[in-house]
């Protein structure tokens, strides 16, 4: 059964509803100090934690004298645009007396989709979560259009989870948990406790709406406990309007629990080798063996390289003879991988004009 204090690295999703007073527009700052709180002590055991938020448009709508209703999409931008600044140093203020950096980062659809951009933002949240700070992820309400937007921090949170290999993401939501049916119109509907497989019978229970939060509602959950389950991450899914809710969900609260059926690792190793590759990379017998012994695959091992591929492109690894003995995502495109072969690290800038990467496939993107 997956835990709360038994996780290395924790996605938690907050919803306007929690952070915003509905009514004056004014931050909920005595319910965000507790689940600072909550934070410092999770940061206490160990574990990396990473906040997906919602808040910016309800807060920067008050500010504007916007209404309270749906906003067209250039007043939800300049909402957003006003409310992030609120949003950022709210989480600055009640991180800082425990000692932890807040850091801000914000995403679209897009930034997952092309493999670029997902190695993009995968270094830069394991760089963060390197340094012991707490990322605030949010999508980029500023420039998002109905195209590029996930539309939900559920699903956000859930590849947020799988891009930087959580193993638990915790929906803070206004029900605790996944019922039979609609608890509020049907009191026979029983909760669900843990969860090993979504059937279609619990999506037709979920509907379209479900909740009644402002992004969608239970079948948005059940997308992103599809997506994190995927992914190797446990999720759950449990009230958050209470105070200090991660000490209530370690203490026994109410919760619906999905699990997931393998590790983050292993998710991750199994999707990088069902990708079709579009190079191939020769080692000599030195990378080979540093490979085996779990390096990650520097350019002075690289040999040869063929193939048109861009930065983020799945690439097959073989050795000297010609065989295969993995396959990796690289960080360079194929003109640039074909300057930097049999050199140095040290000597990238100087070859490309720019201090790239060190390692040509990272270990952590990398199948053997």
Excluded: C
């Excluded at 801000?104 to 897009?110: A, D, G, H, N, S």
């Excluded at 690290?345 to 004009?353: H, P, T, Y």
């Amino acid at each position: 059964m997956a835990t709360l204090s038994h996780a290395k690295r924790v996605v938690i999703k907050i919803g306007s509803a929690l952070l915003v007073d509905r009514q004056s527009g004014a931050l909920k700052t005595d319910w965000l100090k507790g689940l600072a709180q909550d934070v410092a002590d999770a940061k206490g055991r160990g574990q990396d934690v990473i906040l997906v938020s919602s808040g910016s448009i309800a807060l920067g709508r008050g500010t504007l004298g916007l209404p309270a209703t749906t906003l067209p999409l250039e007043q939800s931008q300049a909402a957003a645009a006003v409310g992030q600044i609120r949003l950022a140093r709210a989480y600055e203020e009640v991180l800082a007396p425990h000692g932890i950096t807040a850091a801000q980062v914000l995403v679209t659809l897009e930034d997952s989709q092309d493999r670029r951009r997902y190695l993009n933002s995968r270094a830069t949240l394991e760089q963060l979560l390197s340094l012991g700070a707490v990322p605030i992820v949010n999508e980029n309400d500023t420039i998002a259009t109905d195209e590029i937007r996930y539309g939900d921090n559920d699903r956000l949170a859930a590849q947020v989870a799988v891009t930087v290999g959580a193993d638990l993401v915790v929906l803070l939501s206004d029900v605790d948990g996944l019922y039979t049916a609609n608890p509020t119109e049907d009191p026979s509907a029983t909760r669900f406790d843990v969860v090993n497989l979504i059937t279609p019978e619990m999506e037709a229970a979920a509907g379209d709406a479900g909740s009644g939060l402002s992004k969608g509602g239970m079948k948005t959950k059940l997308l992103a406990a599809r997506t994190a389950m995927a992914g190797g991450a446990h999720l759950v899914i449990t009230q958050g309007a209470v105070t200090r809710p991660l000490h209530a969900l370690e203490q026994g609260a109410n919760a619906t629990w999905f699990t997931a059926q393998d590790d983050p690792k292993a998710a991750r190793k199994r999707w990088i080798a069902a990708m079709k590759p579009t190079g191939v990379l020769t080692l000599d017998a030195g990378a080979a063996k540093a490979l085996a012994s779990g390096k990650s695959l520097l350019p002075a091992g690289v040999t040869a390289v063929s193939g048109r591929f861009g930065r983020g492109d799945p690439v097959v690894l073989q050795d000297a003879n010609g065989t295969t003995i993995g396959q990796g995502l690289i960080r360079y495109a194929s003109d640039e991988a074909q300057k930097i072969k049999g050199q140095r690290s040290s000597e990238i800038e100087a070859l490309l004009g720019y201090p790239g990467r060190a390692a040509l496939v990272h270990r952590d993107d990398m199948v053997l």
